[in-house]
């Protein structure tokens, strides 16, 4: 595994020869150039010096024996030679401080994102992929939902041009042994998805629908169709589409107290256990959103989808024309009506 000196060494490597396609050669020998070149070893030094773990000695060594035949051919007077290495060792405590702090710093954001996608149990391992110094890396994380279901997550990181650690994105796919099909599999973008967690991808990977704080929509995965990447396209349905989740749930026949955390629970894409209060007892059931039908579904014990009214025993409405007597029946006879 290459170290992030050589990785860096390299990158600096490719610009150089950008460079030579683009501008002509004294440009690469100039003195400006140079002391940029002179700058970017420093600040490599500091990196490399901020992080044991990471760090490659034999790397750093090359790497001090390099700036040392650069810095000669900058300055050739061994005494502005000699000014110029008292400057740069202040400088290195200096940056080397201010990287410790930036890598802390950067540590608990990262820490605050995993928390929030519910993952901060992982975070450990990466931040021990993070001391290792490499640019990207991805975590494998696989964890059972429910006697038949389990989510497997692919979680990656990458490094930016400041040197801060971000969760890029995230893959889930859903295993479950109840769907005859195969696994379904959708990536967030933790740029864009920030507020979904791993809770609402396994809801949104079930087929059910969560509501975007951000914007007021509410989205659902389209399970039986994919993009080129094989991720499921996302539906949404924007704020004035007309679901109203605190006014449906208002409608239910809920003990109070119970409505406002149901509501939390349902935007979050999540299958309710509650009990309704149908005349003088209280039927479980579950609860969840179907922002398509605009409505708030309801499943009986066996699973079965119900209505309210049929929890209460009312029978669907008969017929109009079965109410009608026959006796009351008319019948047209050449453009009049005549009673039977």
């Known amino acids: 595994m290459e170290s ?78 000699l000014l110029d290495r008292i400057i740069s060792l202040v400088n290195l405590d200096k940056s080397i401080d201010k990287i410790r702090l930036q890598n802390e710093s950067n540590v608990e954001r990262l820490r605050g994102t995993m928390m929030h996608s519910g993952l901060g149990q992982y975070f450990k391992d990466v931040e021990q992929q993070m ?41 889930a796919t859903l295993h479950s042994e109840l769907d005859k099909g195969k696994p379904r599999q959708h990536t967030f973008d933790i740029g864009q998805s920030a507020s979904y967690d791993s809770a609402m991808a396994y809801n949104l990977l079930a087929g059910r629908a969560v509501l975007d704080q951000n914007t007021g929509s509410w989205k659902q995965l389209d ?11 996302m539906k949404h349905f924007a704020e004035n589409y007309g679901f109203d989740l605190k006014a449906a749930v208002t409608a239910l026949p809920l003990k109070a107290e119970m409505k406002e955390n149901l509501i939390t629970k349902l935007a ?53 024309k079965q109410l009608i007597p026959e006796s009351r029946e008319t019948k047209q006879v050449k453009g009049k009506s005549v009673k039977l």
Do not use: C
Not at 25 to 36: G, N
Not at 45 to 54: D, E, T, Y
Not at 223 to 233: C, E, F, S
Not at 275 to 289: A, C, D, F, Y
């Open 268 to 320: 979050n894409g999540e299958k309710v256990q509650a009990g309704l209060e149908v005349g003088n007892k209280t039927v479980p059931v579950e609860l969840s959103t179907n922002p398509v039908k605009k409505e708030i579904a309801i499943y009986n014990n066996t699973g079965q989808k119900v209505t309210v009214d049929e929890l209460k025993g009312v029978k669907a409405r008969t017929n109009v």
């Open 131 to 171: 001391k290792q110094g490499n640019r990207e890396f991805s975590l494998p994380v696989s964890y059972h939902v429910n006697e038949h279901e389990r989510m497997q997550l692919q979680l990656n990181f990458k490094k930016d041009e400041t040197g801060n650690y971000h969760m890029d994105h995230y893959k």
């Open 4 to 81: 992030m000196i050589e990785t860096s060494l390299k990158d600096w490597r490719e610009k150089e020869q950008r460079y030579e396609k683009l501008f002509s050669p004294a440009v690469l020998k100039s003195r400006e150039f140079l002391k940029e070149k002179l700058k970017h070893y420093d600040e490599l030094r500091a990196m490399a010096l901020s992080n044991p773990i990471a760090q490659d000695r034999m790397a750093l060594k090359a790497l001090n024996l390099e700036r040392k035949q650069l810095a000669r051919r900058i300055y050739p007077n061994v005494f502005r030679r």
């Open 223 to 233: 399970l039986n169709d994919k993009d080129g990447a094989g991720n499921l396209r």
